[in-house]
């Protein structure tokens, strides 16, 4: 198999960070690559942590398994860090994308040992004045296209229209706001 490249989310129910693994491998099809996304749920409830999984190749993916090894990992909610093991099997040469206020270097001190790079995005910040109510996975998504290179960034702004105009046809201010958001998760990641 190609170069293939794994993505774990960590988040909480209700902050989107399955709707953004998802909305990553619908941007990565219609550019031509093999995808997985996917959901791993503990209790079903909001607030409780999810994990989701993303798998990208250029050639056909024959793995069909949850991902122990990734190459990024994405933590939705900061909080996360304390509880869970977010960079559990992350390789050394991966790196992890973390939505918090805090710089790249504060959140590497959170991590303990952690070797790789570290990047922040404060999607809370850009959520708020974009949307005006606190979404991060759009703004987190952005990032996460910034720094992995998967897809490039005027190819995933038009497919991130066509998906939001789509699924907000009759809200055209969500889509505007949302467009923004993900736009400034592109520009505005440290690390």
């Given at each position: 198999?190609?170069?293939?490249?794994?993505?774990?989310?960590?988040?909480?129910?209700?902050?989107?960070?399955?709707?953004?693994?998802?909305?990553?491998?619908?941007?990565?099809?219609?550019?031509?690559?093999?995808?997985?996304?996917?959901?791993?749920?503990?209790?079903?409830?909001?607030g409780?942590?999810?994990?989701?999984?993303?798998?990208?190749?250029?050639?056909?993916?024959?793995?069909?398994?949850?991902?122990?090894?990734?190459?990024?990992?994405?933590?939705?909610?900061?909080?996360?860090?304390?509880?869970?093991?977010?960079?559990?099997g992350?390789?050394?040469?991966?790196?992890?994308?973390?939505?918090?206020?805090?710089?790249?270097?504060?959140?590497?001190?959170?991590?303990?040992?952690?070797?790789g790079?570290?990047?922040?995005?404060?999607?809370r910040?850009?959520?708020?004045?974009?949307?005006?109510?606190?979404?991060?996975?759009?703004?987190?998504?952005?990032?996460?296209?910034?720094?992995?290179?998967?897809?490039?960034?005027?190819?995933?702004?038009?497919?991130?229209?066509?998906?939001?105009?789509?699924?907000?046809?009759?809200?055209?201010?969500?889509?505007?706001?949302?467009?923004?958001?993900?736009?400034?998760?592109?520009?505005?990641v440290?690390?």
């Amino acid at each position: 198999m190609g170069k293939m490249i794994e993505i774990r989310w960590h988040g909480r129910g209700g902050q989107g960070a399955k709707t953004a693994s998802l909305l990553l491998a619908e941007a990565a099809f219609n550019t031509g690559k093999f995808v997985q996304g996917f959901p791993e749920y503990g209790p079903e409830r909001m607030g409780a942590p999810i994990t989701a999984y993303n798998r990208i190749s250029d050639e056909k993916i024959t793995i069909h398994s949850n991902i122990y090894e990734p190459d990024y990992v994405v933590v939705v909610d900061e909080t996360l860090i304390g509880s869970v093991d977010v960079t559990k099997g992350l390789k050394k040469d991966g790196a992890i994308i973390v939505n918090t206020s805090k710089s790249p270097e504060e959140v590497k001190k959170m991590l303990g040992n952690f070797d790789g790079k570290v990047y922040t995005i404060d999607a809370r910040k850009i959520s708020m004045e974009c949307l005006g109510k606190y979404f991060p996975n759009i703004p987190v998504l952005g990032a996460v296209i910034k720094v992995t290179g998967i897809i490039p960034e005027e190819e995933a702004i038009k497919d991130m229209e066509g998906s939001l105009k789509h699924k907000f046809a009759t809200k055209p201010d969500v889509i505007e706001g949302n467009l923004k958001a993900f736009v400034r998760g592109m520009q505005e990641v440290q690390g």
